[in-house]
């Protein structure tokens, strides 16, 4: 089980664990073998090593202030020997029917919602949405990185869908989750710049943020966020979601936690995190990374409280060393 093993090159930061670190993280996981009921004050900021379909109810109801699912899309995937396999998009169906009504017991009145998917089980995950919540919106995220085919285009976007509880009543900060965008056509009013500053390096604009998402890319080897996870999500992501629909202090929870990306980000951003997760391994990186971010707040791609465009690290380095 250990992943230190592998051979890596030398500026490779991927997060793994060693046999010592397993069973030190693995003492914090709440396992719940006694079958009990718990309350928020139980698992408020930890990780649930188990299946969520067992633990879900045992779970307080309406404790979150923001849900996000990222489970098995319909494709067959070994996660670290939890083996899922494709199937039809009805049987895909009953196995998002089994779960989801259970996770949407667990938010708040005015909560909100995300599920993730690719193009095969976005039309499972909007049905099944539309049956327990109101669909707000569809996000796509243009991943950047796909895998060639000779007879198809390559796959390189993702949905994410998102819903509420009360569409007259949810927590929405726009304001948290602009973007800095370069102005290549600046528009002067009067002669003064129209919605846009300059500094020493380029001219600016603050763009509200829209549902086409291209500005993240998936984690790899040289970030320090990395680890063996094969569909770990970017930080960046999760902060988005986070600072758009958690107020600060709220509760994020997250049913399929993989490596732990929601309550790390949860826990950089100043909210509190609930995680269940089926893998020993992928619970104890969690743990790990959870434990990074007392001394590392960073995210990479979000710095100054603005999300900068993809291949900005120079700008952005720039900005925060002329502060
Ligand atoms: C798509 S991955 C989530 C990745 C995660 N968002 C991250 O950033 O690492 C889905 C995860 O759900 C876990 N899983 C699958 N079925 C589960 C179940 N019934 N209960 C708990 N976890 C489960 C898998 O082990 C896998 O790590």
Redesign the pocket.
Known sequence: MDNTDKHRAGRNKTVTISDIELSMFGERLVTLSDGRCVQVEDIIDRTLH????E?LPRLPATFADLI?I????NLTRN??G?K?RSSSEEEYIAYLRF?FPKVVACLKPNGSLYI?GDWRSTSALQTVMRENLTVINRITWQREKGRGALRNWKNAMEDIWFGVNNEKEYYFNTDAVKQKRRVIAPYRKDGAPKDWITSDNGKYRLTYPSNLWDDISIPYWSMPEN?D?P???PEKLLAKLILASCPPDGIVF?????????SVVAKKLGRHYIG????EL?CCLAEKRLAQADSDKTIQGYTDGVFWERNTANLQRYNTKKR
């Open positions: 188990g299946d969520m379909t633990l996000f990222d489970p098995p899309y996660f670290n939890m899922f779960w993730c680890t996870h569909t770990q999500k997250d049913p399929f936690l993989g490596s732990g990306t929601t269940i997760e089926t893998s992928y």
